[in-house]
Nanobody, 120 residues
């Protein structure tokens, strides 16, 4: 069982940066794939970025490529989402996900979400 708690959301202006954190409980964190999804108002949840268990392999959505970076610290059971050059269209609730394998929309473990609002 893995429990996830996101933090770091807030209100920023376009062009600003923000770093989200996702703290995980459970002894298997270092073996899990981790990722971030988001849900904007009136839209479906969408994939943002993910990382494999070792932190070596990452993959991200085209909409955030070059702006968002995922990283993990297995010693701290934490995964991070560094968001740069934020745009108003990045406004959403951001969710952390964990999976014994590759993170997908069907992954079994999710956090409660943290709100990110980007003003123009």
């Amino acid at each position: 069982q893995v429990q996830l708690v996101e933090s770091g959301g807030g209100l920023v202006q376009a062009g600003d940066s923000l770093r989200l954190s996702c703290a995980a409980s459970g002894r298997s964190f270092s073996t899990y794939g981790m990722g971030w999804f988001r849900r904007a108002p009136g839209k479906e949840r969408e994939f943002v970025v993910a990382v494999n268990w070792s932190g070596v392999i990452t993959y991200c959505a085209d909409s955030v490529k070059g702006r968002f970076t995922i990283s993990r610290d297995n010693a701290k059971n934490t995964v991070y989402l560094q968001m740069n050059s934020l745009k108003p269209e990045d406004t959403a609730v951001y969710y952390c996900a964990a999976d014994p394998g590759v993170v997908t929309a069907s992954s079994p473990y999710w956090g409660q979400g943290t709100q990110v609002t980007v003003s123009s």
